[in-house]
T-cell receptor
Framework: NAGVTQTPKFQVLKTGQSMTLQCAQD?????MSWYRQDPGMGLRLIHY???????DQGEVPNGYNVSRSTTEDFPLRLLSAAPSQTSVYFC?????????????FGEGSRLTVL | AQRVTQPEKLLSVFKGAPVELKCNYS??????LFWYVQYSRQRLQLLLR??SRESIKGFTADLNKGETSFHLKKPFAQEEDSAMYYC????????????FGQGTTLQVKP
């Protein structure tokens, strides 16, 4: 049981490049989300999804796109990377309905935009 | 607006000393509060939730609705408690969103 798997773990981009951070979970959780972690700012919600085909914006959605075509996968796309998107990104999931509120996190993806 | 505030970026104590990590929240309804912990080179994980009223690894946290606080306490800190601690709020069961505070790094010195 792998839980939440994120790839890649590390990535360096140049300004203007695009990329996709992958996230997959094998717990059949309905709810998935993406956070970014910055010093002094804590974890901020980027986008989230409460099921396949349903996504919504979090606190800091600008510059990011998401889709949820399956229950298992929730990729995060950066269309045109900017230095302000240098951060550590975490994907998380939980059951949502009947949930105890426990989020299960991936190991994180460290992104540097030059 | 929903908000979680952790006023201390860094809390440094000696082993055996009491620990209190502060968390204040802003929410108009009945929130669910959580503490998450991130040990070095490990995933962020749930430490405890207010609804369970449990003690995990010697830590406890009481929800004080009057003061809108959910401080994390431990009477005697251990070196292995050194980690980043996040307070989080779930204010709406319809979305499942968790709002996190800024985080507090706890450093327990020998």
């Amino acid at each position: 049981n792998a839980g939440v798997t994120q790839t890649p773990k590390f990535q360096v981009l140049k300004t203007g490049q695009s990329m996709t951070l992958q996230c997959a979970q094998d717990m059949n959780h309905e709810y998935m989300s993406w956070y970014r972690q910055d010093p002094g700012m804590g974890l901020r919600l980027i986008h989230y999804s409460v099921g396949a085909g349903i996504t919504d914006q979090g606190e800091v959605p600008n510059g990011y796109n998401v889709s949820r075509s399956t229950t298992e996968d929730f990729p995060l796309r950066l269309l045109s990377a900017a230095p302000s998107q240098t951060s550590v990104y975490f994907c998380a999931s939980h059951e949502w309905r009947g949930s105890t509120g426990e989020l299960f996190f991936g190991e994180g993806s460290r992104l540097t935009v030059l | 607006a929903q908000r979680v505030t952790q006023p201390e970026k860094l809390l440094s104590v000696f082993k055996g000393a009491p620990v209190e990590l502060k968390c204040n929240y802003s929410y108009s309804g009945s929130p669910e509060l959580f503490w998450y912990v991130q040990y070095s080179r490990q995933r962020l994980q749930l430490l405890l939730r207010h609804i369970s009223r449990e003690s995990i690894k010697g830590f406890t946290a009481d929800l004080n609705k009057g003061e809108t606080s959910f401080h994390l306490k431990k009477p005697f800190a251990q070196e292995e408690d050194s980690a980043m601690y996040y307070c989080a709020l779930s204010g709406s069961s319809n979305t499942g969103k968790l709002i996190f505070g800024q985080g507090t790094t706890l450093q327990v010195k020998p």
